[in-house]
Antibody, heavy 116, light 111 residues
Framework: QVQLVESGGGLVKPGGALRLTCGAS????????MSWIRQAPGKGLEWISD????????KYADSVKGRFTISRDNPKNSLFLQMNSLRAEDTAVYYC?????????WGQGTLVIVSS | QSVLTQPPSVSGAPGQRVIVSCTGS?????????VHWYQQLPGTAPKLLIY???NRPSGVPDRFSGSKSGTSASLAITGLQAEDEADYFC???????????FGGGTKVTVL
């Protein structure tokens, strides 16, 4: 069965950086677009980025453009999110999800807290 | 402020029917983009509930149904059960923003 497992979250100071990883299994990773979606505490869901199956095309929400970078390693079935210049408002649970406009499988999420 | 608008909460007694609305605009739902619905049980990740406006993934009970008209969509839950108590989110694509957009979520409470 499809499994997505995020890691790399934690506590970071404003202006700091963090790299999230999502390990995928149970499907042909290189066939699918992948996305990162976040949920601030007690709030709704926000799509922040997606990447084409080949890795050749990436999109970002305005809220993270220029600060976050999505990437993937297809041979290692892994998805990444490099987060720089972190702000308090980036505090959220970060989910990786399969797909780009329909998210049919989600990981359990990893919590990122940006605080001094 | 979410791009898609949902009521913060709806409630119903066991066995009743509840409807969760999702209102968008001409750049998303009104442009014909599919609407999808996700269920988030307390403390867990969202799970796909309805895709392509009205289709249920394998394993989703037929008590859940979706529809779309104009710039709005709806999720109906018939025969409400205690296990349906959760947050429900609608999602579509926005052509102006060039990305997926979500509703703010609706908490369904079983009385």
């Amino acid at each position: 069965q499809v499994q997505l497992v995020e890691s790399g979250g934690g506590l970071v100071k404003p202006g700091g950086a963090l790299r999230l990883t999502c390990g995928a299994s149970g499907f042909t990773f290189s066939d699918y677009y992948m996305s990162w979606i976040r949920q601030a505490p007690g709030k709704g869901l926000e799509w922040i980025s997606d990447i084409r199956s080949s890795g050749s095309f990436r999109k970002y929400a305005d809220s993270v453009k220029g600060r976050f970078t999505i990437s993937r390693d297809n041979p290692k079935n892994s998805l990444f999110l490099q987060m720089n210049s972190l702000r308090a408002e980036d505090t959220a649970v970060y989910y990786c999800a399969r797909g780009d406009s329909l998210f049919d499988n989600w990981g359990q999420g990893t919590l990122v807290i940006v605080s001094s | 402020q979410s791009v898609l608008t949902q009521p913060p909460s709806v409630s119903g007694a066991p066995g009743q029917r509840v409807i969760v609305s999702c209102t968008g605009s001409r750049s998303n739902i009104g442009a014909g983009y599919d609407v999808h619905w996700y269920q988030q049980l307390p403390g867990t990740a969202p799970k796909l509930l309805i895709y392509g406006d009205s289709n249920r993934p394998s394993g989703v009970p037929d008590r859940f149904s979706g529809s779309k008209s104009g710039t709005s969509a709806s999720l109906a839950i018939t025969g409400l059960q205690a296990e349906d108590e959760a947050d429900y989110f609608c999602q579509s694509y926005d052509g102006s923003l060039s990305g997926s957009v979500f509703g703010g979520g609706t908490k369904v409470t079983v009385l």
